[in-house]
């Protein structure tokens, strides 16, 4: 089945820093890659997706890329600010259902 | 904007009993999952359910557990005689799309503690 690794765990910037969090999938028939953020005790909320047929997408501030071939994708933040700060989880899916990444504790200091 | 919901928000349930898990998908959805989350780790799914029947499971989802949809609103999550380490984050979702290809609507969760 799909694996997906993401890195890192945790993640501390300064507020108007950039903040980039990385996953790698290993099924290669994975086509379709969304990004949850999740704040203490809420549920996960969609921030941004992509789909296999796209490198890379953008909305205002976030930004995801997509390297197939690789099989990694990425998502970029920038201007951070501190409601930015959450976990936020990568994951991956193919014909079966969505498998998440471990997570990345996301803390923007003021 | 029309939102996944769940009851109860928290069950404390002793082991060995059996506890059912509500949720109320989007109205128009025709996809619906059930995923876990032990405190502090990543989202599990568990579950997934399309046309009145399970399209597809994760090891997770022993003989233990089951799904039903009951009528055309509610869909629930049975687990027959709990353990300890059935104590974790239950969040049903919903997609308006093909399996897992899609987005798909988190609702707010039940915590489930096994004592």
């Known amino acids: 089945g799909e694996n997906v690794e993401q890195h890192p765990s945790t993640l501390s910037v300064q507020e108007g820093d950039s903040a980039v969090i990385k996953c790698t999938y290993s099924?290669?028939?994975?086509?379709?890659f969304p990004w949850y953020k999740q704040e203490l005790g809420k549920r996960p909320q969609l921030i941004i997706d992509i789909r296999s047929n796209v490198g890379e997408k953008k909305d205002q501030r976030i930004a995801v890329t997509l390297n197939k071939t690789a099989k990694h994708f990425s998502l970029h933040i920038t201007e951070t600010q501190p409601e930015d700060s959450a976990v936020y989880f990568c994951a991956a899916s193919g014909y079966s259902t969505l498998t998440f990444g471990k997570g990345t504790m996301l803390l923007v200091s003021p | 904007e029309p939102e996944v919901t769940q009851t109860p928000s928290h069950q404390v349930t002793q082991m060995g009993q059996e506890v059912i898990l509500r949720c109320v998908p989007i109205s128009n959805h025709l996809y619906f999952y059930w995923y876990r989350q032990i405190l502090g780790q990543k989202v599990e799914f568990l579950v997934s359910?399309?046309?009145?029947?399970?399209?597809?499971k994760s090891e997770i989802f022993d003989d233990q557990f089951s799904v039903e949809r009951p009528d055309g609103s509610n869909f629930t999550l049975k687990i027959r005689s709990t353990k300890l380490e059935d104590s974790a984050m239950y969040f049903c979702a919903s997609s308006d799309e093909g399996q897992g290809s899609y987005e798909q609507y988190f609702g707010p969760g039940t915590r489930l503690t096994v004592t």
């Open positions: 099924d290669s028939a994975s086509n379709y």
């Open positions: 359910f399309y046309n009145n029947e399970i399209s597809e």
